[in-house]
């Protein structure tokens, strides 16, 4: 069976690829910090030597809209091409192609269907910075095939924060049960308390320090009881009005499990938000 | 009152560069030609097979041609989506992160909780 290789969680922040590439004046003040957390982020799942990218994200209003929306959604397909005129046109964000994973893509809809999921899927899926964020980040090369798996945590209806959490259980079990003797990382990537186009947007750190400071102990510490038992899809509106987007830390806690400590924990202060870095190995940290 | 219309306004000029200058030049002419020519049109559909009901409210269609990003707020539109169209409307005309600063601050008096964005 395949091995869980490494589980790993971040905050996406669009503007990190301006931010790294950048030179001279044009550079900002803190990019060499947030590049150097994110190179050593990047080693820990170099560390794992992953063959196979699980990438969990959310369409931000690119392909999927509100005339056929999807709560969960796996794509399966050869290749998927990569972000979209306005991430470009708004944070430079480069095109991209990346290769996909059907085997594992097949296998993950077969068997959440079967666990009572009801996975949507695409077959020609054009996926965004949710997704190229951490690939940009952590896998530059981008030569790891992938299988993208998009949450709902912008358009509400939304599922609850438990279901979060269950998808993530499963989704640990399912890479576990593919027939195949590949490593395999699960990368996912939300946000701490955020606010888009509102009026704490932009502020000086993320608009909820509070929030944050106690998102990244329940994710450090994998106290999956205590956050959803203060997080509710109600409860996230107060952080921030993005901050729905902490749902996919859930379901990343969903994936390390209970009480599961993360082998690296790492934060960055920003202006207008917080970043945060896990990672997890399940079966021991690689020498 | 339709927030879905608004958002999908936001939605269709937002990724198309044409449409984005276009929004940016002539607000009014742009939501009245839209919402005459585009409004009804399913987006994986041929244009023989559109919707027959969707229109603006007039506080809507109003916020839109003026440009009103604290109204729409108000008025339940998708933030995401009206501050990315906006930031790529309105960015270019000022420094790094003023626009931005300046959108938020202009939206200072409006108290939690927000308006509901459910659609």
């Given at each position: 069976m395949a091995e869980l290789a490494a589980v790993v969680a971040s905050t996406?922040?669009?503007?990190?690829?301006?931010?790294?590439?950048?030179?001279?004046?044009?550079?900002?003040?803190?990019?060499d910090e947030?590049?150097?957390?994110?190179?050593?982020?990047?080693?820990?799942?170099?560390?794992?030597?992953?063959?196979?990218?699980?990438?969990?994200?959310?369409?931000?209003?690119?392909?999927?809209?509100?005339?056929?929306?999807?709560?969960?959604?796996?794509?399966?397909?050869?290749?998927?091409?990569?972000?979209?005129?306005?991430?470009?046109?708004?944070?430079?964000?480069?095109?991209?192609?990346?290769?996909?994973?059907?085997?594992?893509?097949?296998?993950?809809?077969?068997?959440?269907?079967?666990?009572?999921?009801?996975?949507?899927?695409?077959?020609?899926?054009?996926?965004?910075?949710?997704?190229t964020c951490p690939i940009i980040a952590l896998r530059p090369e981008a030569d790891l095939p992938i299988v993208p798996v998009y949450t709902n945590i912008f358009a509400p209806p939304m599922p609850q924060p438990k279901r979060f959490v269950q998808l993530g259980?499963?989704?640990?079990?399912?890479?576990?049960s593919w027939d195949s003797d590949k490593r395999v990382a699960i990368i996912g990537t939300g946000h701490l308390s955020l606010e888009l186009g509102g009026p704490r947007q932009f502020g000086e750190h993320g608009p909820d320090p509070e929030f944050d400071r106690k998102a990244v102990e329940w994710i450090a510490s994998g106290d999956i009881e205590g956050c959803l038992a203060e997080v509710s899809l109600d409860s996230l509106h107060h952080p921030g009005n993005a901050t729905h987007g902490f749902m996919d830390f859930m379901l990343m806690m969903g994936v390390a499990g209970e009480g599961a400590k993360a082998d690296h924990v790492d934060t960055l202060d920003l202006f207008h938000t917080m970043e945060a870095y896990f990672t997890w190995y399940p079966n021991g940290a690689p020498a | 009152m339709s927030k879905y219309l608004i958002d999908k306004f936001l939605y269709t000029v937002d990724r198309d560069p044409e449409l984005v200058e276009r929004y940016r030049e002539d607000p009014a002419g742009t939501v009245a030609w839209w919402e005459a020519e585009m409004a009804n049109t399913i987006l994986n559909c041929i244009p023989a097979?559109?919707?027959?009901?969707?229109?603006?409210?007039?506080?809507?269609?109003?916020?839109?041609?003026?440009?009103?990003?604290?109204?729409?707020?108000?008025?339940g539109a998708h933030p995401f989506l009206t501050l990315t169209l906006f930031i790529a409307m309105f960015e270019r005309d000022h420094g790094p992160l003023e626009y931005q600063k300046a959108y938020g601050k202009a939206m200072e008096h409006i108290t939690m909780p927000y308006p509901d964005i459910t659609t």
């Open positions: 996406h922040h669009p503007f990190y690829y301006r931010a790294k590439t950048s030179t001279g004046a044009d550079r900002p003040p803190f990019a947030w590049v150097a957390k994110q190179t050593a982020f990047a080693e820990t799942l170099n560390r794992a030597e992953p063959d196979v990218l699980v990438m969990v994200g959310s369409d931000h209003f690119h392909q999927l809209w509100l005339d056929n929306m999807p709560q969960f959604l796996v794509g399966k397909a050869p290749f998927f091409d990569a972000n979209w005129y306005n991430e470009e046109r708004e944070f430079g964000l480069p095109k991209m192609t990346l290769r996909g994973e059907e085997d594992l893509a097949a296998h993950l809809l077969r068997d959440g269907l079967d666990r009572d999921f009801d996975l949507a899927f695409s077959n020609e899926l054009r996926i965004d910075h949710s997704i259980k499963a989704l640990r079990e399912m890479v576990e | 097979e559109r919707t027959t009901w969707l229109s603006f409210a007039e506080e809507e269609r109003t916020a839109l041609a003026q440009h009103d990003h604290v109204r729409l707020f108000q008025l």
